[in-house]
Every structure is written in structure tokens, then in C-alpha cells.
């Protein structure tokens, strides 16, 4: 069976740009979840998406969105990137969304903001 | 809300050795716990999770946490330590609404030869 999948491994930026992240779910999971791993901050959470609604949202800036498509794929999108925002993303999915589901991660996309 | 502490930063053990990396969390009610382990430039491997019952939890590669209530507190062990072990370990905990699990800043391991 396949794991979470993201695209692409490595991204390069100018600030002020958009980036885009994509991820792919494990077959029949329906959740996706965003997270933002920052030199020294450790994991935090941005986003979770499940059956194409945006459920729950971390303490984020609205320029960090995404979406989720009808095959449960999700998109990540960064507006005005900044500085900062230089991190590895990593997307985690879940079979359903009941109390504590395990959720499994992809290997990341490492942004690189210059 | 919830959250989670991983009090050390930096552990090194030799190789052949116990190792035990500590972990506490403080939330309202039952905490799902859960300890992942990260190898460099990887993703996130579950090894272990806790939602009730039995408080000691067995794991992949040998791994073993034990839930205590009263100290809030989730410890992950392994008896004798791999040079393969050598990784950043997470301890998190989930949450009964939201799916919003809270990780801790993390454990990285050096194994000694």
C-alpha cells in the first residue's frame, strides 16, 4: 500500500512569491492534515481538511490556504511568502475523523525562501 | 488546550544501552498519545500510540511507552538502543474534537558507538 505522497521534494522561493505544496493521501483516508516543521519551532499545525472542508485551523496568517480535491488529494498555497516561511511542510492523511485517528506522514516538501 | 513537553533536548547513548525519552502533556481530559520518530529528511514513522487500557503500550522496533496518570506523563523506552535508533523522536497528543494533534519540540538521539 502506498503511503502519503507529497510534491514537490524541494522548493525554492524569492520572497513575495507563491508557493504551492501538493499531497496525496494514503487510499481510502479522507483526512488531510498540514504541518509546518521550522527550524527550532518544531511541528505546527496548520490545517485539516477532510471530505473537502476546511475543519479545523492553526495559528496561522490567512495566507497560508489549501483546498482538498474530490479525490482527497489537498493543495497547500502560501501567499506573499516571507522569510520565515522557510521550513519543511509536511502533510500527514487519517481513515476517518474520529477522536485521536493515528495520522500518517508523507516525507515533506522542504521550502526554501530567499 | 492541549500540550506537550519533551524536556530533553539532546540525548546520547552508547549503543547497547537502555534508553528512555521523557514526555509530559497536560490535557483536561483522556489523551491519545502518541511517540513518532523522524530519521533525517524523512517524514514522520508512528511508532506507538495510547488511547486506553493497558498503560504499558508495545511498539515497532522494540520500542515500549508507559502511560502514567498521575504525572501526566508518557516515557518512551527501549531496552537496548541500535545505532539505527539514532533519529528525532516526537511525542504528541490528540484530542477528542478538532483532530488537532499538539507535538512536542522533539528528542534527537545520537547513538555512540
Known amino acids: 500500500e502506498a503511503g502519503v505522497t507529497q510534491s514537490p521534494t524541494h522548493l525554492i522561493k524569492t520572497r513575495g512569491q507563491q508557493a504551492t505544496l501538493r499531497c496525496s493521501p494514503i487510499s481510502g483516508h479522507t483526512s488531510v492534515y498540514w504541518y509546518q516543521q521550522a527550524l527550532g519551532l518544531g511541528l505546527q499545525f496548520l490545517l485539516w481538511y477532510d471530505e473537502g472542508e476546511e475543519r479545523n485551523r492553526g495559528n496561522f496568517p490567512p495566507r497560508f490556504s489549501g483546498r482538498q480535491f474530490p479525490n482527497y488529494s489537498s493543495e497547500l498555497n502560501v501567499n506573499a511568502l516571507e522569510l520565515e516561511d522557510s521550513a519543511l511542510y509536511l502533510c500527514a492523511s487519517s481513515e476517518g475523523t474520529g477522536a485521536g485517528e493515528t495520522q500518517y506522514f508523507g516525507p515533506g516538501t522542504r521550502l526554501l525562501v530567499l | 488546550a492541549q500540550s506537550v513537553t519533551q524536556p530533553d533536548i539532546h540525548i546520547t547513548v552508547s549503543e547497547g544501552a537502555s534508553l528512555e525519552l521523557r514526555c509530559n502533556y497536560s490535557?483536561?481530559?483522556?489523551?491519545?498519545l502518541f511517540w513518532y520518530v523522524q530519521s533525517p529528511g524523512q517524514g514522520l514513522q508512528l511508532l506507538l500510540k495510547?488511547?486506553?487500557?493497558?498503560?504499558l503500550v508495545q511498539g515497532i522496533k522494540g520500542f515500549e511507552a508507559e502511560f502514567k496518570r498521575s504525572q501526566s506523563s508518557f516515557n518512551l523506552r527501549k531496552p537496548s538502543v541500535h545505532w539505527s535508533d539514532a533519529a528525532e523522536y516526537f511525542c504528541a497528543v490528540g484530542t477528542w474534537t478538532n483532530n488537532d494533534m499538539r507535538f512536542g519540540a522533539g528528542t534527537r538521539l545520537t547513538v555512540k558507538p
Open positions: 490535557y483536561g481530559a483522556t489523551p491519545y
Open positions: 495510547y488511547f486506553s487500557g493497558d498503560t
